[in-house]
């Protein structure tokens, strides 16, 4: 081969090699960041949720078509629980305040799943979930639907019974559900409203 050939030859080499870089460079661009979280798991891509068939405080249906169209944090617990539900729904009010500078369709809902409707009524949830802020969602069901969509979210349900009473032991994660009701991160204990408020950011910001 002759030294002009060798020459196109390196230079076709070269030009196709920048092109395909180039054309690779092009297509990462169009691509959205992939979010990075410190205090949860993201899910990538988001898992759909199964159906439910629950109601709210309000007696209304409360089904999948419920978490569309808005970012969601869903949790489990009931009314009656000692520690960890009061403990988490006050970590999400401080977390719903710190959000309240993102566009309205940005902040979350916060919906709690009772996982003990034996006495958690639609009256009982609404007192208890307006303690912590006024714009929570308390829902409840009969206790097969509940322990369906439990058992479909990986979250363990146990009832402890005492000598007069009864207690349930259950998750405390956090869900975020994405505006197509898909569950696209979770954060387990502990709980801090700032770290989790700044995944979430990146989260929604990266969607």
């Not at 050939?5 to 196709?16: G, K, M, P, R, T």
């Not at 092109?19 to 169009?30: K, P």
């Not at 979930?129 to 714009?135: C, D, E, L, N, W």
């Not at 969509?149 to 032991?169: C, L, Q, W």
Request: aromatic fraction near 8%; hydrophobic fraction near 40%.
């Amino acid at each position: 081969m002759s030294r002009n050939n060798v020459v196109f030859a390196l230079v076709a080499i070269l030009a196709a090699t920048a092109g395909v870089l180039l054309a690779r460079g092009m297509l990462d661009a169009q691509r959205p960041l992939q979010a990075t979280v410190t205090s949860g798991t993201l899910l990538d891509p988001p898992r759909p949720l199964p159906a439910l068939t629950l109601v709210d405080q309000d007696e209304r249906p409360f089904t999948l078509d419920r978490l569309h169209d808005r970012w969601t944090l869903l949790f489990f617990g009931f009314t009656n629980c000692p520690d960890i539900c009061p403990a988490t729904l006050s970590t999400l009010a401080q977390l719903e305040k710190s959000l309240q500078d993102l566009p309205e369709q940005q902040r979350p809902r916060v919906v709690l799943i009772s996982v003990d409707p034996e006495r958690d009524t639609p009256r009982q949830l609404a007192s208890y979930v307006k303690f912590f802020s006024p714009t929570f969602t308390g829902v409840t069901g009969t206790q097969a639907s509940i322990d369906e969509f439990a058992r479909a979210m990986g979250v363990p349900v146990a009832i402890s019974k005492t000598e007069n009473t009864y207690t349930v032991d259950h998750s405390a994660a956090i869900f975020l559900i994405d505006p197509q009701a898909g569950l696209r991160a979770l954060f387990s204990t502990p709980h801090e409203p700032s770290a989790i408020g700044a995944d979430y950011r990146r989260i929604v910001a990266h969607r």
